[in-house]
């Protein structure tokens, strides 16, 4: 059973781009969460998906930034008009429905220039 | 709102020693408690995974133990090698019922065990 997957797993843009991550879930996961890690920081929660529905936004930054998981593929996140300060680690993490306990993926690693 | 806090920030310990890292949460309402490894550069290693009805866990050398009442989880590793050299984070878990929000992190404590 492959794990969490994450891809790319480094992404660098230039200010004013768009990014786009992508991570597919464990195999019979239904749930998606994704993290962003700032250097020297913890992580922190940004929202949380099932197929097709957004559950819990409250970690997410209010403008730029939208995530989807669509009844068929991965899961995105997408940062439109990249800053620099978006430069972090960002995991997505999955776990099965009705569970809790979340597995990581190896995350993507983005770099604004 | 949870607020996570994992002390120490750093330790470094000779190789073959036991050691105790610390977590302790602000609202004992947690669903459950997560420990995890982070190598540098690297994802997040799931270690132990605590429900919030339990008390302890076990794997290998790793001992997770929990008092929800008081907001503290401790991680015990026992007979410490370099290879367990890594961040070792603190992660709980709040159901609201309604939706779930994801996990609230400590900061983690960076762990360096010298051969």
């Known amino acids: 059973n492959a794990g969490v997957m994450q891809n790319p797993r480094h992404l660098v843009r230039r200010r004013g781009q768009e990014a786009r991550l992508r991570c597919s879930p464990m195999?019979?996961?239904?749930?998606v969460y994704w993290y962003r890690q700032l250097p020297e920081e913890g992580l922190k929660f940004m929202v949380y998906?099932?197929?097709?529905?957004?559950?819990?936004e409250s970690g997410m930054p209010k403008e730029r930034f939208s995530a989807e998981f669509p009844k068929e593929g991965p899961s995105i996140l997408r940062i439109q008009q990249v800053v620099r300060g978006d430069s972090a680690a960002y995991f997505c993490?999955?776990?099965?429905?009705?569970?809790?306990?979340?597995?990581f993926g190896p995350g993507t690693r983005l770099t604004v220039t | 709102k949870q607020e996570v806090t994992q002390i120490p920030a750093a330790l470094s310990v000779p190789e073959g020693e036991n050691l105790v890292l610390n977590c302790s949460f602000t609202?004992?309402?947690?669903?459950?408690l997560q420990w995890f490894r982070q190598d540098p550069g690297k994802g997040l290693t799931s270690l132990l995974l605590?429900?919030?009805?339990?008390r302890e866990q076990t794997s290998g050398r790793l001992n997770a133990s929990l008092d929800k009442s008081s907001g503290r989880s401790t991680l015990y590793i026992a007979a410490s090698q370099p290879g367990d050299s890594a961040t070792y984070l603190c992660?709980?878990?709040?159901?609201?019922?309604?939706?779930?929000?994801?996990?609230?992190f400590g900061k983690g404590t960076h762990l360096i065990i010298q051969p």
């Open positions: 993490a999955s776990s099965p429905l009705g569970q809790y306990e979340q597995y």
């Open positions: 195999k019979g996961h239904s749930h």
């Open positions: 998906l099932q197929k097709e529905n957004i559950i819990d």
């Open positions: 609202d004992s309402a947690i669903y459950n």
């Open positions: 605590i429900q919030s009805s339990q």
């Open positions: 992660a709980v878990f709040m159901y609201s019922g309604g939706g779930a929000d994801g996990l609230t």
